[in-house]
């Protein structure tokens, strides 16, 4: 039967809200502050970009705490505990959390990024089977996250729908009423309901784990539809796809493709969700469809898990271990041994397969065999071997490895391959430029890693990208000269300009990073942008640019070094510089860093 979708009265959802609070007052309050906390950052606050970076971290940290408090919860529930009992689980999740907090840095290493990530699936995982940790059999833990899911999906259906008419609405006001409201009030609005109302709404449907009226024991039609004739024919043609692949590589014994792996990995993710959406139907009579694919979808896995176990394989020897590597080698062991399971034992534990991947995920944050550690170790094993036998291929990979190493596991990854202290290195840079962003730091410090160990950075293909501008921008002072020519970096490469009587040819190398002006009867001035490009950056490095009040990395550098200057025997010429964007770390040998300038061309006739 199909339901009229009806938004709730401001009655209801107070209603509800009380609800919410009595059954989970710790997520009540968490949700309150996090929307609160993020419409604070999204209102762009006078901060420090460490005092900001550390506000992200702590909203994101709500969200750990949300599903971790979530699953304590309904573990209670299920349990009968005391509420004392229900307070002493809830303030250990809430140190938990807090511990993650403290010890994680995820604007500092990228792979505190990954460990945040992993902990958010990992406690998404437990919401799943909390209630059922100590209780045996499927069907109620069927019903209770077919409950769940359904829940979310109906919260982010009205979340959608409220959001898109109270922005029109506010469009509305704006337009009839001629206001002009700052355009964050949309980024906003959409925090407070996307945080606020979503998460409450979902809160408030959220089932009791044994209550079969909550959990409701019937097998929806709609989702029946749906699998049985969408999503399950959408993976066989999937399916059809990839084993025809598989056999073209046999065929002409050709390495895969790197996206195959992805490719692998959703069809297994979206294969096994239609395994558990049709869980209690796959025998009934009528469902044959249903049936053959519950049967037979582990067996497809076979040939798929050997394509990805090569496809690992060729990335992992050819450039060692990243975390996204170690996780996709780890999710394809999971798939081989929940595969096996399955066709081996032939049981129906569906509940295996939320646990098995929280473990996973655990045992991937910390410790010898987490994808940090693993990633880190392989890279620094890679470095080493390029050090001790250098060729010009590996001159290029060693770049490459310092920069992920700087980047994703901090300064401090390096410390064996130099005598220099790595830890006061890193903090005395990070205090001098506290005011840039995290990027801009990280690439200082990759610069000054790559002078000590005597590596060239070019291979990287990372640079500083700046904006540059004369500390007297918009005056353009031309006392003394004839004739002005106006020179952009994206114009044509070469255009003819007449000078009085004179003709001359103006040439933009963006290669070379020369302005060349070729005049007749007499000899060629060339300006090269190369020794001023290389003082600038010498300067930021040494912290010696004035930032801009637009912020980033937007900074005024003094006019009479923007001016450069060159003369023949008919003219005085003068290149000012209005603006220098680009890439302020260069590999002369390659033209593929971006690079732009403008400015003019001034000429003074002898």
């Not at 046999?250 to 049709?278: C, H, N, Q, R």
Request: one cysteine or more; aromatic letters at 14%.
């Amino acid at each position: 039967m199909l339901h009229r979708m009806k938004l709730p009265s401001l009655g209801n959802l107070y209603k509800n809200a009380i609800i919410v609070f009595k059954r989970f007052p710790t997520l009540f309050v968490t949700v309150v502050f996090a929307t609160a906390l993020c419409c604070f950052l999204l209102d762009e606050p006078a901060i420090g970009n460490a005092t900001k970076n550390k506000l992200w971290q702590l909203l994101a940290t709500c969200n750990l705490l949300f599903t971790l408090g979530l699953s304590v919860d309904l573990f209670a529930e299920s349990k009968t505990y005391t509420p004392i009992r229900k307070w002493v689980l809830r303030v250990a999740a809430m140190v938990l959390c807090l511990l993650l907090y403290t010890v994680l840095d995820p604007s500092e290493y990228h792979t505190d990024v990954v460990r945040f990530g992993l902990f958010a699936f990992a406690f998404h995982q437990l919401v799943a089977f909390a209630p059922f940790i100590t209780h045996n059999g499927s069907n109620n833990f069927w019903h209770f996250n077919k409950s769940i899911f359904l829940r979310f999906l109906t919260a982010a259906l009205y979340s959608l729908t409220l959001f898109v008419g109270l922005a029109i609405a506010i469009f509305a006001v704006e337009e009839l009423f001629n206001l002009d409201l700052p355009s964050k009030i949309y980024s906003q609005l959409f925090a407070v309901i996307a945080i606020g109302f979503n998460t409450l709404f979902f809160l408030a449907g959220v089932p009791t784990a044994f209550d079969r009226e909550t959990l409701g024991a019937q097998y929806p039609k709609g989702l029946k539809i749906f699998t049985q004739y969408v999503l399950i024919p959408l993976m066989t043609i999937y399916l059809g796809i990839l084993l025809i692949y598989e056999i073209k590589i046999l065929a002409d014994w050709e390495l895969p493709k790197g996206i195959v792996a992805t490719l692998i990995m959703g069809y297994a993710v979206f294969g096994i969700l239609s395994l558990l959406l049709v869980w209690p139907i796959k025998s009934d009579a009528g469902n044959r469809w249903v049936r053959l694919f519950s049967q037979f979808f582990y067996l497809t896995l076979i040939p798929l898990l050997a394509l990805l176990a090569f496809a690992i394989y060729k990335r992992v020897a050819n450039y060692g271990f990243t975390e996204e590597r170690h996780i996709l080698l780890v999710l394809g062991l999971w798939l081989a041994g929940i595969s096996g399971y399955s066709l081996l034992f032939r049981k129906d534990n569906i509940k295996l397969i939320p646990m098995s991947l929280f473990a996973v995920a655990l045992l991937s944050t910390f410790g010898p065999q987490s994808a940090a550690n693993i990633s880190r170790q392989s890279q620094q094993t890679r470095l080493a071997e390029m050090q001790r036998v250098e060729t010009t291929e590996d001159t290029d990979q060693a770049a490459n490895i310092v920069s992920y190493l700087v980047d994703t596991h901090g300064l401090q990854s390096l410390q064996d391959f130099t005598e220099t202290d790595l830890g006061v290195l890193d903090k005395e840079i990070t205090e001098k430029h506290a005011e840039l962003s995290r990027y801009s730091i990280n690439s200082l410090k990759r610069d000054t890693i790559f002078t000590l160990l005597n590596i060239s950075p070019g291979g990287a293909g990372m640079g500083r990208y700046l904006y540059i501008t004369r500390d007297d921008h918009g005056l353009m002072p031309i006392s003394g000269y004839n004739y002005g020519y106006r020179v952009e970096s994206y114009q044509a490469a070469s255009a003819e300009v007449r000078i009085g009587s004179h003709r001359c040819e103006v040439v933009l190398d963006q290669e070379t990073r020369e302005v060349t002006i070729e005049m007749d009867n007499d000899s060629t001035i060339v300006f090269s942008l190369v020794p001023l490009i290389d003082e600038i950056y010498q300067a930021y490095k040494d912290g010696r640019l004035t930032k801009r009040a637009d912020g980033g990395d937007q900074f005024s550098y003094p006019s009479d070094r923007m001016r450069l200057q060159k003369e023949n025997s008919q003219f005085a010429v003068a290149l000012m510089l209005e603006q220098l964007n680009g890439n302020f770390r260069t590999n002369r040998s390659r033209s593929d860093y971006g690079f732009s300038f403008s400015g003019y061309l001034l000429f003074k006739e002898k």
